[in-house]
């Protein structure tokens, strides 16, 4: 019984651990994996190091974005920070998904 005592703080620290900083960065890994997968074709991005454009191109593990006129830069996929603006056809795929998910 002693023996319990003794493991028990150390069950509520790690427990408490987990709960406060494994699972947020879990979710939030998954929630930019998932901005990851759906990025298409003129998206208006930022990169991790600040750089903003529009995508131009999507290949495998790829993008081309257009920074400014005649000037494209290729990434990885994983460069990209944020969607600042997502393109119309994209906008109209994900209300296109989301009637079908109500339905």
């Known amino acids: 019984m002693e023996y319990l005592y003794a493991i028990l703080p150390w069950v509520l ?11 947020p960065q879990q979710k939030q890994k998954k929630e930019h994996q998932n901005m990851l997968n759906n990025l298409s074709v ?10 903003k454009g529009k995508i ?5 593990n790829n993008i081309r974005v257009r920074v400014s ?10 460069a990209v ?11 109209k795929e994900e209300i296109t998904e989301k009637n079908e998910n109500d339905k």
């Open 69 to 78: 006129s005649n000037v494209d830069i290729d990434f990885i996929k994983n």
């Open 81 to 91: 920070s944020k969607v600042e603006e997502k393109s119309s056809s994209s906008k």
């Open 42 to 51: 003129g998206d208006k991005i930022v990169t991790i190091g600040g750089i």
């Open 13 to 23: 620290i790690f427990g408490i651990f987990w709960f406060f900083l494994i699972r």
């Open 56 to 60: 131009i191109k999507i290949n495998d």
